[in-house]
Each structure stands twice: as C-alpha cells, then as structure tokens.
C-alpha cells in the first residue's frame, strides 16, 4: 500500500504537516512536528531510490487521471536523488536547528517559523517528483514564498531587505519560467515532460519554441543564482536564520540545477541543444563565475557572505558540467549536486555554531574562535577542504570528474579555470581559517564556549559524509551515471 | 500587414504590459511602486494563456446542442493557479515592505541603502 503510493505521500506528508505545525502552540512541539516530518519524509525518499535505482521508473497519476490529460509523478533515478538530496539535508537541519532557531527566532513565532518550513521542505520534494511542468511551476512558487518568509524572520534589519530583493528577482525569474510554460504550451497542447518530449523534436525549428526556451532558461538561471544574476543570493544567505541558510543553500539551488537538467534534457532534448548556442552560453557563464565569485568571496568581510559566494562559484561548475554536453560533465554536475550540499551544509552549519555563541560573523567579531571551538573549528577546515577537492574529500570526486571531462574534449582551457577556480578556494579558505586559529582574540567578558551537542551531531554527520563519499564513490558516481543515461547523452 | 498587427492586438497588449511592469520595477526606488510593477507584469502573462485558450469561431466551453467547436479552458484553470500565487506574493511583498518600513523608516531603496551603510561604520 505505501510502496504504491510512495510519490505522492512524500508531497502530501508535509502539506498537510504544515498548517497543523501553525497551529500547535508556541515551544518545542512545532520543532518535534516538523522533525517527525522530515525523518519520515527521509525514509520514503530513501526507499524511492531503492525502487528506482537500477534505471527503472515509478508513474503515479494524480486522481487516476491518465497522463498526458492528468498530474503524472514520473519517478527516475535523478528526481529520486534530488529528492533524497531535499529529505536528506531537511532531517538533519531539524536536530540542528532546535537550539540554533531557539537562539535566532521569537518563541512566539515557531508554530510559524516550522510551518514556513515544512512548506519550503514540500515545495523542493514538489519539484523534484512531479512530471508535470506547470505543476513543477507551481511548487517552485509554494518553496519560494516560504523561503522569502523564513529569510525574513533574520534577526538584523537588513533580512528584511534581503527578502524583498530576493522576492522581487526570484518572482521575476518564475514569471518568465511561466511565460516559457505557456509558450511551450500553445505550440504542443500538452505539460506533461514526457509528451513533450515526443512532440516537440517535430518543431524544435519553430521560433515560439526558441523563444520559450530562452525565457525558461532565463527564468531558471534566475532562481539557480547563475552569474550575473545572483545578486539576490550573497544577502538571503547572510541575513537568513542559521538553520534556514544551511537548509537554502544546501537544497535550494540544488533543485534549481535538477529544473535546468529537466528542461534542457527532458522537455527540449539534447538534441535541441546542439542546434542553439546553449552549450556556449552555459560554457562561458559557468567560467565567469567560477572565476568573479571566487576572487569576490575573497574579499568579504563575514565569513556566511563569503561562502554565500562561494556557492556562486560551485553553480559555475555545475553549470560548466551541462555545458560540456558529453556524459563525464553530466556525471561531473550530478556529482557535485550531491556533494556541494554536503559540503555548504557542513560549513553553514558550523557558522551557525559561530552564531549561536558570539551572535556575528563578521571577520573581526569571530577572529581566533578556533582555538575555544575545536571541533566547530575542525568541521570549517575539513569540510573546507572537500569545498578545495582535496583527494580523499567528497569535492575531489566532482572536480575529477569534471576535468576530465574538459580534458576529454581537449579544453585545456575550461581545465585551468578549473583549476583555478580549485586555487582561489585556497585562498578565501584559509581567509577564513586564518582568521579563526591565526589571528589573536577579540577582546571579550568570558571565554567562548563549544557549540552545544545536538548542533555538533548534525555537524559532524556532515563532515563524516564528506570524507565518507570521497572515499567511496560507488552510490554517487553509480546513479550518476544511471541518469545520465536516462537523460539520452552518450558519451563521445 | 495590417491584419497581423490588427488580428494579434491582444498579444501587443500583453507586450507592452509586460514591458511597463517590468521597466517599473527596474527603474522606481520605491517599494511599493516595484511590487505595483511587479503586478502588471504577472497579469500581462495572464494575458498571454487567456489568449492562447481562445480559439476561432469558438464557444465557451460549456457542452450545448449544435455546438462543436469550444475555446480551450485549460490555461484558464492555469492561469486561476497563478492568479492565487500572484495574490500570494503581493500580499507577502507588501507585508514585507511594511516590515522594512518599521525597521527603517522609509520605504525609498536609496534611503535604506544608506541608512544601512550608516550603520555599518
């Protein structure tokens, strides 16, 4: 009974969690709500994978409405992944984000605060199961919404402000995603991403469907913070509670590259792609970024906005990965989709250790912390290295991948960026680890304490998986390639 | 020639709405005159599926004797979906800007600029 109904309840668990969470009364009963959500959600996404992971799919019609007419989840190994990316990261913010949002957040708002969140949590599990492009539409406006409201509930002004901009950039971006739907819609009939794939091959020469994929291309970029239209990112990131930064920057962005990889893939189709300068745009846009947000996270003043750009660069190499078009660079993205978020999840979540006892992190309030917070510390340094790719760290494996991928279709080029790229990680890295251990302590009334445990847990479950999947590589590296197949690129 | 700018009128429409919303929101410092832009641009899209629904020498959809031919009614229903998420983000926006307002005391972009680099020295 449930394996049939898998796709659907993982959706459906959290709608209905999250205006129960509202209701509950102020405390910790909301928090023990959503964290019951997420583990629950955790096991049925873990499960999905298992189904579907030998490259087989699950077909879920919504109401028993047949597909191309009605709702259809379509299940495969990439929205599978994504989705246990989303579950994943979800169940281990909850533990997390107990004291860190008890610190950061009014009581009285956290019936609210987890509402907002198992909404963001569903809309992100949306988009990654269903198999419909305006439903997908839909959920990307429902995890929206909820993150302009969490970002919001910041505890400096300027999250205000952060939201506004990121609600202003981020409704623009779904607009156009709209405006691409409807465009798609009027020359095919249909919404279903299966069917349109089938159809559209036989009017890929059309100008409207040229013209609808630019405007989703756009809209998508937009919500993936791909240079140059990341300003909204660098602010939500820094302003955002602790727990919702490392929830947003370890998922979001994520399901937005899972939304390219779709579009690009399933609705249009490879072949489409080599007739459009895509490859180009995807090509050059990636190394820019790469190289602009790395030199700019190196001069950032506090430590959350300087990985905030950071995460900028790593969209650059995902983005480079699709733009490769061959099945190494596809395997090279879907890799560092998996292990960017392991690795900003750690890292977030040690800066909001930071947080949780001095309140900043700003360079010069946080400066020689490391020597009272040892195993924060040690979190920032290793999960810094696999952000680097240093062999034996998760990072290593994407980035391999990834230059060979360039070195496969001989760009030397795109290989030295990235490698660059890998340089200046150093550089704004041990900005950070400088400060912390290096650098004499700011003056203060009583010595910094350790983080307490239930923020050290999820923190170092983090890390330990950063150096777990850099060592063994077969569950990542083996779906990677099983979608890459489904996703119809064959290797040169 | 003139039947094509004539027979696509709406779609003009839709264009230049689209354009006056999104140059608002670009060009105006003021936080409810963004999410005012913002509207026109959402509706000119809702537009834009009304318009594609329609279909010559058509009914409304609604099955009658001796009609055969019915205007598509699915972007209709669509676009009720974005209506709702339209009305979403302007309520939230606008409760934000209230926010920002009793933060800051203005809601003019350049004064909250500055009075955040104020605050930074």
Not at chain 1, 147 to 162: D, H, N, V, W
Not at chain 1, 168 to 189: H, P, R
Not at chain 2, 39 to 66: C, H, K, M, W
Request: charged share 10%; hydrophobic share 55%; glycine share 8%.
């Amino acid at each position: 009974m449930i394996e049939e109904n898998l796709s659907l309840l993982l959706v459906a668990l959290p709608l209905v969690a999250a205006p129960i969470t509202a209701l509950l009364p102020a405390g910790r009963l909301p928090w023990l709500s959503a964290l019951v959500v997420t583990w629950l959600s955790l096991v049925l996404a873990s499960w999905q994978l298992w189904v579907v992971a030998d490259g087989s799919s699950i077909s879920y019609e919504l109401g028993g409405w047949a597909p191309p007419w009605g709702i259809e989840y379509r299940i495969d190994a990439l929205n599978a992944l994504v989705a246990l990316i989303v579950a994943g990261i979800g169940a281990i913010t909850l533990p997390y984000a107990l004291r860190s949002v008890a610190k950061e957040v009014p009581e009285h708002q956290t019936p609210y605060f987890y509402a907002a969140f198992l909404l963001c949590f569903d809309g992100l599990l949306g988009i990654a199961q269903t198999g419909d492009i305006f439903n997908l539409f839909v959920f990307l406006e429902i995890s929206s919404l909820s993150s302009y409201a969490l970002i919001s509930m910041g505890q400096k002004r300027q999250a205000l402000t952060a939201a506004y901009q990121y609600l202003i950039m981020g409704t623009i971006g779904a607009t156009f995603l709209l405006i691409g739907i409807g465009l798609v819609y009027a020359e095919t009939g249909t919404l279903n991403m299966g069917d349109l794939h089938n159809r559209l091959p036989s009017i890929l020469d059309h100008r409207t469907v040229h013209t609808a994929f630019a405007f989703m291309l756009v809209g998508i970029s937009l919500k993936l913070a791909l240079f140059p239209l990341h300003l909204w990112l660098p602010n939500a990131y820094t302003y955002a509670p602790s727990a919702i930064t490392v929830f947003l920057a370890a998922t979001a962005t994520k399901v937005a590259v899972y939304v390219m990889l779709r579009t690009v893939f399933t609705v249009f189709s490879n072949q489409f792609i080599q007739v459009t300068p895509t490859e180009v745009v995807f090509l050059l846009l990636g190394m820019a970024g790469i190289l602009y947000a790395s030199v700019a996270a190196i001069y950032q003043p506090d430590a959350k906005r300087l990985l905030a750009y950071s995460s900028i660069a790593q969209i650059g190499y995902m983005v480079l990965g699709i733009g490769l078009g061959s099945a190494l660079g596809l395997t090279a993205t879907i890799v560092h989709v998996f292990n960017h978020a392991l690795m900003k999840g750690a890292l977030f979540m040690a800066l909001g250790a930071l947080v949780y006892r001095t309140g900043s992190t700003r360079m010069n309030q946080i400066q020689g912390l490391g020597r009272q917070m040892p195993w924060t510390f040690a979190a920032i340094f290793i999960a810094g290295l696999s952000l680097i790719g240093v062999p034996g760290t998760a990072g290593f494996i994407s980035k391999w991948y990834l230059v060979l991928a360039a070195i496969e279709q001989q760009s030397w080029l795109i290989a030295i960026i990235i490698l660059t790229g890998s340089l200046l990680a150093v550089a704004y890295m041990w900005n950070l680890i400088e400060t912390l251990f290096f650098q004499p302590m700011t003056p203060r009334a009583e010595p910094v304490r350790e983080a307490p445990i239930s923020m050290l847990v999820p923190m170092w479950l983090l890390v330990i998986a950063n150096i777990w999947f850099g060592l063994d590589t077969g569950l990542t590296v083996g779906i990677a390639e099983t979608v890459v197949q489904l996703l119809g690129v064959n290797g040169q | 020639m003139i039947d094509f700018i004539v027979g696509h009128y709406n779609y003009w429409i839709v264009i230049l709405l689209m354009m006056i919303g999104f140059y608002t929101v670009i060009s105006r410092g003021n936080l409810i005159k963004k999410i005012a832009g913002l509207n026109i641009f959402q509706t000119s899209v809702f537009l834009l599926y009304i318009s594609i629904g329609n279909v010559r020498e058509a009914t409304t959809p609604i099955i009658a004797d001796g009609f055969t031919e019915y205007s598509n009614p699915l972007p209709h229903v669509l676009i009720l979906t974005a209506i709702v998420v339209g009305v979403s983000t302007t309520a939230l926006g606008l409760a934000l800007v209230v926010r920002i307002r009793e933060a800051y005391g203005s809601i003019e972009e350049d004064d909250i600029h500055y009075k955040d680099e104020d605050a930074s020295l």
